[in-house]
């Protein structure tokens, strides 16, 4: 029989979940049930908190210490464009079938995912992380303003579009 864990330690555990669908204690025991948690309370906490992204599949962080689960769910670009599309959920779905967001989008609404997810991007000014966020418009498949995304690109380097640096606070991340 494996050691006990320590119950002071801080354990991390990062999932993809669908937003406000009950996650399977299947999925979850393996990972959950090693740190002394139940797999039910952890999956009805990660529920709760993916109530806004409901039928968006997202990341969330999990942390467990002193057996006390905490949820956060990790804001990706694909996510919030997504969620900024305001597509109704289809519950016919198919687990294998692909999803098509064909939907439009105005420039703000791309600005603002860049602005949320700054301090996650590997590019050092704004105008990367613009250009990034645009690259996930065209991998989900939606326009911006009308147009396709990579002929905004295109507009971001001929200098027809100016984009502000963006001088925000980092989220604060607790100490590990």
């Not at 354990?11 to 979940?17: D, E, F, G, L």
């Not at 009950?22 to 393996?30: F, H, I, K, N, T």
């Not at 908190?49 to 409901?54: C, G, M, V």
């Amino acid at each position: 029989m494996p050691p006990k864990p320590d119950a002071g330690k801080k354990s991390i555990i990062y999932m993809k979940v669908r937003g406000g669908k009950p996650v399977a204690p299947g999925a979850l025991a393996p990972k959950v049930g090693p740190l002394g948690m139940s797999p039910k309370q952890v999956g009805d906490r990660i529920m709760d908190s993916t109530t806004d992204f409901k039928g968006i599949r997202c990341v969330v962080k999990i942390s467990v210490q002193n057996r006390v689960a905490t949820v956060k769910v990790l804001p990706t670009a694909s996510t919030l464009l997504v969620k900024a599309l305001n597509e109704p959920v289809n519950p016919s779905h198919k687990k294998g079938d692909p999803i098509f967001h064909d939907g439009d989008l105005s420039f703000e609404d791309v600005l603002e995912v860049a602005r949320a997810v700054r301090y996650n991007s590997m590019s050092k000014s704004m105008t990367g992380t613009v250009k990034e966020v645009l690259g996930t418009c065209v991998s989900i498949g939606c326009t911006v303003n009308g147009e396709d995304a990579r002929d905004v690109q295109e507009s971001i380097d001929n200098n027809e579009i100016e984009i502000e640096e963006y001088e925000g606070v980092p989220p604060e991340e607790s100490s590990e």
